[in-house]
Structure formats: structure tokens, C-alpha cells
């Protein structure tokens, strides 16, 4: 699966953003997908994942009521809503694809990647 991610941007604190991935290539229903986020001079993280119909999904505690994944699998894209941004969510944001059809939080399961969308939030 190819993957392309938009819609990063610089917000101010307590804005909002929605980030796209569109998919190519393998069938994307067939699989659950992630946001993960990796700010500078940390790790990468995981912020959400949705299972392959869009009725589970997990939120990292750090975002947990502010983001909201979603899909639409007619149109092979995924999407990361945040709302209530706060300076601390700066960091380049990659959407992938897990290997399996269940939420999960195992970074190695996921096994294509896109390019990643800067976000900055500004205080």
C-alpha cells in the first residue's frame, strides 16, 4: 500500500487540524490503520488506530478526547481529526498500515508508512 499523507499546518493553541492519508495500491479495507506522531529528539509514537471497518479504535492517553480517527473505505483514506491542539503535539505525523484487520499498538506490525505531515502548534 502506498501512502500519502496531508493537511499539517501551523495552528495555534486550541485550534484545530484534520489529516488525510490516502491509500494506493493493496486493498485498504483489508487492513487496520495508525497515526503514529515523532516529535524532534524523541521516539516514535503511536497516536490512534482503527481496525479494517472503522468500529474499533485505540487513542493514545495524550490525545484521548481531543483526536478522533476515522475512514472511509470507498474513498481508501484515513483520517485524524484534532481538535483542542496544545504545543506539545508538534511533531511530524505518519499515517501506516498494520499488517492485520485489529487496532494495534505494536509499532512493528505496521508495515508501509507514509511521508509524514509537520504540524506546529504555536502557543
Known amino acids: 500500500v502506498q501512502l500519502q499523507a496531508s493537511g499539517g499546518?501551523?495552528?495555534?493553541a486550541g485550534g484545530s487540524l484534520r489529516l488525510s492519508c490516502a491509500a494506493s495500491g493493496r486493498t485498504f479495507s483489508n487492513y487496520a490503520m495508525g497515526w503514529f506522531r515523532q516529535a524532534p529528539?524523541?521516539?516514535r509514537e503511536l497516536v490512534?488506530?482503527?481496525?479494517?471497518?472503522?468500529?474499533?479504535?485505540?487513542?493514545?492517553?495524550?490525545?484521548?478526547g481531543r483526536f478522533t480517527i476515522s475512514r472511509d473505505n470507498a474513498k481508501n483514506t484515513v483520517y485524524l481529526q484534532m481538535n483542542s491542539l496544545k504545543p506539545e503535539d508538534t511533531a511530524v505525523y505518519y499515517?501506516?498500515?498494520?499488517?492485520g484487520t485489529v487496532?494495534?499498538?505494536?509499532?512493528?506490525?505496521?508495515?508501509?508508512?507514509?511521508?509524514?505531515?509537520?504540524?506546529?502548534?504555536?502557543?
Do not use: F, H, M, P
Open 9 to 12: 499546518g501551523l495552528v495555534q
Open 41 to 43: 529528539g524523541k521516539e
Open 95 to 99: 499515517c501506516a498500515r498494520s499488517g
Open 103 to 123: 487496532v494495534d499498538t505494536r509499532i512493528r506490525q505496521y508495515r508501509d508508512w507514509g511521508q509524514g505531515t509537520l504540524v506546529t502548534v504555536s502557543s
Open 48 to 64: 490512534a488506530s482503527i481496525n479494517w471497518s472503522g468500529i474499533s479504535s485505540y487513542y493514545a492517553d495524550s490525545v484521548k
